[in-house]
Structure formats: C-alpha cells, structure tokens
C-alpha cells in the first residue's frame, strides 16, 4: 500500500540554524500539507501546496517558513532560522484532492525536530 | 469558526470493555469527518472517515456515525484490545472554497489494561 514517508525521523538543531524537512507524497496525489503537534497539544494545520504553489496557510506560518516541490516527488518544508518554540513533530500529508470522496489526507510518521 | 472538541482523557479500560469517545464539532456548511489514531511512537493513521450526515464510518471494529443533528462524530468500539491503545483524534475537514485543511481535537489517550 502506498504511504507517505518523511526524512529525517528526528532532527536535532541549535537555535537560529535552518532546516529542511523532506517529505515523498504518495505518487498520484496532488494536493500536499504540512501539520506540526507540540508535545502533548493538539495537530496543527501549516500550509497546504498544490500545482506548485500554496492553497492556504495558518498564522503559524510566518516568513521563516516556506515550503518547495524541488522535483516531481519531494517536498519540503525550511525553516530559516529556527527557534526553541519550533520544537515540535512536524507530519506531511497529501490527498487526491480537495474535496468529496477524494479529501481524505494521508500522513506521513512525522519528523520530530528539537531546537537547542 | 470551526473547531473539534473530544472528551478530556485518558481513557482507561479493561480488555474486551465497551469503547466510547465523544466528538462534537462546529463548522459553518457540511464538513467531512475523520478519526485518526496515533499508536505509541508512530505517526498519524486514517482509522475511519464519514463525508454527510447518516455516513456512518467503520473499520477495525470501530464504528462512528455523522449525526448533523446533534453536530457529533462519536467513535465506538464494542470489544476493545490491548492492541487499541493509542491517542484517537477527531477531524473536521471543511468544504468548499480552496482545498481545506484538517482541523484536530486535542486528541484521547485511550490505555486498554489486560
């Protein structure tokens, strides 16, 4: 069965240092997201990508973060200079598409970045 | 606006005890509605999803049923396992416009006790 995978499992890095969260949607899906949970709070909503652009964002999503589908399977999620408070388990998902039978969102086993 | 609200947990039950996790939502039209399971240590999993009222939703036993009337998405189980153990999350998805995005409740951890 096909799944969305995310590389690394865990990432660990010192405040201010960008990373790269990368994500493998599965193949026929063309609708992507990325969430984050903070320890023990509930999954939050970042931003949602299609046809090589952002649908939606939350609030969350501010101008440290962006995200790019760099070739016709990955994509990813940057944070540009990271802070304590960024801290959390970040879960890709895509979908088919947006709605009716095909809403349904399909999610990764998340990457759990610490900032130091 | 929209939001998910679950039962405060955790859930703590026998092996082989009836499951019921509460699940109300406010949306403005007709969302779609999901319950994802969390096991320990893994990330989220699709357990059952309903898209207009009366769907009822099942898999592995559990069951939930979009009831509009009393905007509820409860998630049962008659008979649980061990192996159910897991933090259970409800879901709105909301329709129309641009594609949506999932809206979580703060999650149930449900232990299940031999």
């Known amino acids: 069965e096909p799944e969305v995978t995310q590389t690394p499992s865990h990432q660990v890095t010192q405040m201010g240092q960008e990373v790269i969260l990368r994500c493998v949607p599965i193949?026929?899906?063309?609708?992507f997201y990325w969430y984050r949970q903070i320890l023990g709070q509930k999954v939050e909503f970042l931003v949602s990508?299609?046809?090589?652009?952002?649908?939606?964002k939350s609030e969350i999503f501010d101008d440290q973060f962006s995200v790019e589908r760099p070739d016709g399977s990955n994509f990813t999620l940057k944070i540009r200079s990271t802070k304590l408070e960024d801290s959390a388990m970040y879960f890709c998902?895509?979908?088919?598409?947006?709605?009716?039978?095909?809403?349904?969102?399909?999610f990764g086993p998340g990457t759990r970045l610490t900032v130091l | 606006g929209n939001s998910v609200t679950q039962m405060e947990g955790p859930v703590t039950l026998s092996e082989e005890a009836f499951l019921t996790i509460n699940c109300t939502y406010t949306?403005?039209?007709?969302?779609?509605l999901f319950w994802y399971v969390q096991y320990p240590g893994e990330g989220l999993q699709l357990l059952l999803k309903a898209t207009k009222a009366d769907d009822k939703g099942s898999n592995k036993g559990f069951e939930a049923t979009y009831r509009k009337e009393t905007t509820s998405f409860h998630l049962e189980k008659g008979s649980v396992q061990v192996s159910d153990s897991a933090v259970y999350f409800c879901a709105l998805l909301r329709r129309g416009g641009s594609q949506g995005n999932l809206i979580f409740g703060k999650g149930t951890k449900l232990s299940v006790k031999p």
């Open positions: 949306a403005t039209g007709y969302p779609s």
């Open positions: 998902a895509s979908s088919p598409g947006p709605r009716g039978e095909a809403d349904t969102q399909y």
């Open positions: 193949s026929n899906h063309l609708y």
């Open positions: 990508f299609y046809n090589n652009e952002i649908s939606e």
